[in-house]
């Protein structure tokens, strides 16, 4: 489960997603089994991850060291090693407190043959909490056009007309635009994100809200042909 926190501090589900493990996966030592549905999803949700801080919570208490654990199996070495391209920080919670992601280890499957320890075993979820800030900052890096901008940025070389209408704050990238009421500084949206955020703002002001909608977008977000809050 992807999650992130809103701007009241709350954290929202943003994705879920599911492995069916393989007979010989499901032999594999509960730390291990959980191990591989942390590299599994890191790397299906690569695009959103790389480059910010990602929080992992997980009831395996042995992976909160495992920065510090060595390991003779090529498997695992090639998992740490997949593991060191994010930033992560892994935090233990007691299994009683992960209900929800228990619930989806627990889902049915088509095959009504199975027994519990199957349906227990055989799907893996992984709980990831993200910032809404960090999220942003890993789809922009994500973006080729954002990134070289960000690159520019970074080192100073690019013409000052070419960067004159950005500002990089703590690694994430905001256009300045002029209103009524003096200069304002609003996040810079990757076209991959364009349309979650439509999506998102739209149901939040409801459905014959077009206005409100672009209106409240408009507050923090910069889309190219959108016009400009004033």
């Known amino acids: 489960m992807l ?103 627990r889902a049915p499957t088509e095959d009504s043959s199975d027994t519990l320890d199957d349906l227990i075993t055989e799907r893996l979820e992984v709980c990831v909490a993200v910032t809404e800030e960090e999220y942003v900052k890993g789809m922009q890096y994500s973006d080729p056009e954002l990134r070289e901008i960000m690159e520019s940025l970074k080192q100073a070389t690019a013409s000052k007309i070419t960067t004159q209408n950005y500002k990089l704050i703590n690694g994430l990238l905001y256009r300045l635009v002029q209103s009524a009421t003096g200069p304002r500084k609003l996040w810079m949206v990757p076209k991959r994100m364009r349309k979650s955020l439509v999506v998102k703002f739209h149901d939040l002001s409801g459905h014959f809200a077009v206005e409100r909608t672009v209106s409240r977008m408009m507050e923090r977000y910069y889309f190219p042909k959108i016009p400009k809050k004033d």
């Open 3 to 105: 999650l992130q926190r809103d701007e009241s501090g709350e954290l929202r589900l943003v994705h879920c997603y599911s492995k069916k493990t393989s007979e010989t996966e499901r032999r594999y030592h509960s730390s291990k089994l959980e191990l591989m549905a942390i590299v599994w999803a890191l790397d299906r949700m690569r695009s959103w991850l790389i480059g910010v801080h990602v929080i992992i919570i997980t009831d395996c208490q042995a992976l909160v060291y495992m920065n510090s654990l060595k390991s003779t199996n090529s498997q695992i070495t090639r998992w740490f090693d997949l593991i060191q391209e994010f930033d992560v920080e892994v935090r233990h919670r007691a299994v009683t407190a992960m209900s929800h992601v228990d619930a989806l280890s």
